[in-house]
């Protein structure tokens, strides 16, 4: 059996089973949906946003592209932008990056003649690279260079997304949170923590894990 009618045929044990466990849940999906994070994430297979963070449909709305990047001068990711922060209304937006990139490791070797559409996609993160060239220099490793390059990525794009007038001009004032996810412990770390992130020293290479960011924002809660 080949992949996409493997897929079909998953699909339909998977509807068969929402609706055992739930006779109501295609009713609620069909009524419309109301999520309360927008995830701007890594095209990357690897990095499904429901399934690492265990939301159900419904909880979050997303875009990934190559490398996690955010341009006002991008109408798709600026549409995503605007419908979610103003008709949506969304309380989050996540940026979440993952450790070993391919698009940021692509961004530290020669530009690939051969992906003119990538090239360009990741001319942004070159310039990062650039940027940054100095502290980059100084870790042990490719595999290191490509890491922090992609903690340094996550950053840029929360700052952009903060900019925008859509975000600063929102009356709910969304939260842009930067996250990492690790592919070899399945864990996400927080780079930059929404409205939390003044805590925190956004140069820092320490990640702060998701538990300890959950407790301090509880905690400020009460």
Known sequence: MNRTKRMLLENIAWAAESAQSDPRFFDGLAVGQSPKALWLGCSDSRVPAEIVTNCAPGDLFVHRNIANLFSSTDDNVMSVLEYAVQVLKVHDIIVCGHYGCGGVKAALLPIP?????????I??????????????????SGDEQVNRLAELNVMAQVRAIRATSIVRDAAHSPSVHGWIFGLHDGR???LMA????SRHNESTRRAVPVREYLHTAETMAR
Not at 115 to 121: E, K, N, Q
Not at 124 to 137: F, Q
Request: aromatic content about 0%; some cysteine; glycine content about 6%.
């Open 188 to 190: 996400i770390k927080v």
């Open 123 to 140: 001319a942004p993160l070159c310039a990062l690279a650039g940027a940054h060239s100095a502290e980059l220099d100084q870790c042990r």
């Open 113 to 121: 003649s051969d992906l003119p559409h990538v090239a360009r996609r």
């Open 194 to 197: 929404g409205d939390l992130h």
